[in-house]
């Protein structure tokens, strides 16, 4: 299944595989598998959404679905 | 010390007579500079019961040891003076170089006291001070106003000035410089406006002095790779605020058709995904590490930022799901010297007074012309924009709508919905200066990192004092907001610069100090625990839709985080500073 990724602040950096975005995830890929499989440094993330509802990273994925990943914030 | 230049400029507008003193040191040891400095000065010498627009009330430009130095982030300029919107102690925080040009001129402090007859502006060039009819600028927006004085006087001075809002003396009315850079809430604009300065101009020449350079080269390389240009800060560089857009939308907390709900259809029409493609060019502050600043082009409308603050406030929160539509109200609030939040809380409270038939305003949710009516009409009191100059707390004394004018002390809300972030409600209900962000910021652990159940008064006091007692200190220092360092990087950095041995525990013991005298300067004005409250909705009204539906915050729940917060601060459960906190704090 197709999972569109958008990846957030300094963790742009990440998004250099662009195969990652063609990729077809297997039935029951979960929020962690994507972090993983990007090597995604897991300090830096604060929050992560799934068609724009905040997620836990064991939460199952969807055709379909647009994940985005945040990283760490101060002030406002 | 090193750091400071141990001189204020202290300028009396009534005789037009110009002095300078020392710097009370003694104070400066207890409250560094910037925030806490300049709160204690206005705290020994304006007099209680001032009227805020009165030529009693004093201005204060207070710099801090950091400023003009190698320390990265430490732009920041820290005015004060009694609120116009709230009655309250207000100090407001701008950056962009004029803090920096303030202190190479020769000067820790500007005061004004007094008022002039005819408008003017001030130029200042290290020693040299001049009063210049200001009777052409009258009138003209902030962006003209610093073109024509960058034009007379060069490209290297910096300049500081108000736009109509502040003639007027709006409540909403803020001081500009760098354009785009605004000393934003509380009416600040008005406190000058009301002294009938249109501007400052600021040129300097000289240099600031640090006790140990070698170090402070040495350990500010590795402190900037380790600590300030770094994962966890850049996300301000390469997506700026609006990124919170996205953020507080999955968290519910988005403001809604003013606080309404917490969820706006329309999010990913103004986040930052939008902000960047529209990207016209990067800007950072005198000093800063990061650059936070991000010009947004579309069409003819053309600002820094919009940040996320003029986002939610002045777009969701008042139907706008519209980007073109905020940056150029955006960009006419700069211009006419307004802050976006209070005037987009005040916007759409209108809207809902309209929508519910209660008074008609003639503005509703989504009406995007009118909307962008407003600011001109506001700022310059054109007919409807006269009434809506007032601000939420006195709209609401006139028309009802009482429950659901969001704002605290007077000052409206920024945002954040408390409903979805509940620490965020008590961190808006005790702010020195009225609902405030910059106070404490725990929407970050509540809703961002989840690290705390956003819905629980559990453990909430804990959060908001840590953060009250952090940023006061770093507010008085001075750091930028966007670098989160801890208080051993804070003291390391002022031994270096100042010479003086300071630890992150004195860090503490600072920042605490800094908010009482906050509080006792809110105490001798009146305010009581009756006034750390919030508006019935948050209490009576759940919200509808998104992460946090169903959820209200219980004002049970609420009063138990204030006493909570009131015990950790050592203040009697009426929320008074008592005579032992006041030694104990040597305040």
Redesign the interface.
Known sequence: MKIQI?L?????KYDKDVAMQRRDWPAGTVVKDIVTAMNL?GQ?I??V?VN???ATMEDQLQEGDKI?V??????? | MFGYKNNVLRIDLNTKQILQEPLNMAWAKQYIGAKGLGIKYLYEELKPGTDPLSPQNKLIFMTAPLTGTVVPNSGKLAIISRSPATGTILDCSIGGHIALEIKYAGYDAIILEGALDEPSYIYIEDDHIEFISAKDLWGRGSHETETLLLKKHGRACKVMSIGPAGENLLGMSCINSDYYRQAGRGGIGAVMGSKKIKAIVVKGSGSVKVADMPKALFRIHEILRQSTVTEDNLWAYTDGTAMLVDMCQAGGILPTNNFQDGNFDGYQLINSEKMIEARYGKKGCGSCALGCGNFTKIGDAMVEGPEYETLAVGGSNCGIGDLKAIVKFNQLCDDLGMDTISAGATISWAMEMTEKGIKDFGIRFGDVDGYLQMPEKMARKIGVGAELALGVKELSKQYGGVDFAMQVKGLEFPGYEPRGSWAMGLAYATADRGACHMRAYPVADEVYTSSVDPYTSEGKAKLVYDAQVYNGVKFSAVICDFWALDLDTLAELLTIVTGEDFTASDMETIGERVIHIARLFNQREGFTKKDDTLPNRLFNEVLKTGAAAGKKLPKEDFEKMLHEYYALMGWQPNGTISQEKIAQLKL
């Open positions: 958008t957030k602040g300094p963790l742009k440094p830096f604060s929050m959404t724009g509802v905040k985005a945040f990283p760490y914030v101060s002030g406002g």
